[in-house]
């Protein structure tokens, strides 16, 4: 019977399924739903030392629909970090952890661009017991106007810089969240883990817009008539997400062996799972997934990846952590191998003749040929 057990940076989770940053994750509350309901770990709402400067807007989603029937594919959102105070936080961290000491509970933090802060948060979360880090660099909207979130992960030397400054004073393992808005994400996930952190999520919303409404002809989602690109994620954004974590995870096995790698964008099912597992991912987190499906989708997501495991034997997600990540190469390799394996074949059909009528005149002396090698 495979396992879904798992230890990643010395974190022992029931499974690899992991509550992303977002509104799964916005209170103690929910958090303490989503252990319930067997989720591996849970990745708080991002927070800050200074929630006053957070607001929000309404409306702040837009969604993308399948044009041939209800079906939500895509999911922009201009949703700012949590707008609850840092002290109503440490809180209910601490009433988290009393509750669920087993319960692997992870703290996703934002500051500006300034070390004193980033060493404050760090160390105010480190005394309520949170389990682990996870560092958002990545939000691609509203944060970047005040040069927090991806305007400091769009920069690897800026990544470097802060996340050194967070490794400084942290006691417990820090994961870097990375943003999709980068030509190359492995410059960002080589700073980032250069600076000594130990893990990375990958990734984080796509730079969108989501639609114009063709009655009034504004952008959406609108407010007063006007808007600011969004985050893309949900179903849609699964295929760029899991080139990016193939990417991460080449990087992690070339040059950083030992750092992990949270697999994130579009996953709601064991299968989905399954990739980006097969791509390098040690867990998988779901965000949209659970604002689409609710909590209780983490049964079916379990069933399904033990269903995978047990088709293949596969004991434990070790066993199949990365394997796929060896079958990308380069497009002119690909051309070389089916040239290769094409003149392979040609010479197997030769070989193959066993009737008189398939002598072909045109090609009668490498035919003989074949028959003599066997
Ligand atoms: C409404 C909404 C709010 C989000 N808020 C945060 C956040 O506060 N911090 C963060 O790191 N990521 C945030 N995200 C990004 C998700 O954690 C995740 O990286 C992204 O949505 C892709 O995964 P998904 O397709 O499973 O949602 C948010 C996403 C959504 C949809």
Not at 75 to 81: G, K, Q, R, S, V
Not at 116 to 134: G, L, M, P, S
Request: aromatic residues 8%; negative net charge.
């Amino acid at each position: 019977m495979p396992t879904l057990e798992t230890t990643v940076n010395g974190l022992k989770l029931p499974n690899p399924f992991v509550i992303g940053s977002g509104p799964p994750g916005t209170n103690g509350n929910v958090i303490g739903k989503a252990f319930d309901e067997g989720w591996g770990a849970v990745v708080c709402k991002t927070i800050s030392l200074d929630a006053d400067k957070v607001v929000n807007v309404q409306p702040r989603y837009g969604r993308l629909r399948s044009r041939y029937s209800d079906e939500i594919l895509g999911w922009e959102n201009i949703e700012l970090i949590s707008d609850r105070s840092f002290e109503v936080w440490t809180d209910e961290f601490k009433q988290v952890k009393d509750k669920y000491p087993e319960g692997v509970l992870i703290a996703s933090i934002m500051e500006e661009y300034d070390r004193d802060a980033w060493r404050k948060i760090i160390e105010r979360c480190q005394d309520v017991e949170v389990d682990a880090f996870e560092l958002n660099m990545s939000c691609p909207h509203g944060l970047p106007e005040r040069r927090m979130g991806s305007a400091m992960g769009e920069n690897p030397d800026i990544l470097e810089e802060v996340c050194g400054w967070a490794m400084e004073v942290a006691q417990k393992p820090v994961w870097v969240k990375l943003t999709p808005n980068v030509t190359r994400i492995e410059d960002s996930a080589r700073a980032s883990l250069k600076a000594g952190c130990q893990g990375l999520s990958a990734i984080n919303t796509i730079r969108s817009v989501i639609g114009v409404n063709l009655d009034t002809l504004r952008p959406e989602p609108s407010i007063e008539g006007y808007t600011t690109p969004g985050g893309y994620s949900c179903q849609a954004v699964l295929p760029i997400a899991l080139r990016m974590c193939m990417e991460v995870a080449a990087v992690i096995r070339d040059e950083f062996p030992g750092c992990t790698l949270s697999g994130i964008g579009g996953v709601e099912t064991g299968k989905d799972a399954a990739q980006f597992i097969l791509l390098g991912a040690d867990t998988v987190q779901v965000c949209t997934g659970v604002m689409k499906f609710g909590y209780p989708m983490i049964k079916a997501m379990q069933e399904e990846l033990l269903a995978f495991m047990e088709q293949h034997n596969f004991e434990r997600l070790e066993d199949f952590k990365g394997h796929s990540v060896q079958f990308f190469t380069t497009h002119a390799d690909l051309v070389k191998r089916q040239a290769e394996a094409r003149a392979a074949k040609k010479a197997g059909r030769k070989k193959m003749i066993t009737a008189d009528h398939q002598w072909d005149g045109d090609d009668f002396v490498n035919q003989s040929d074949a028959l003599a090698r066997g």
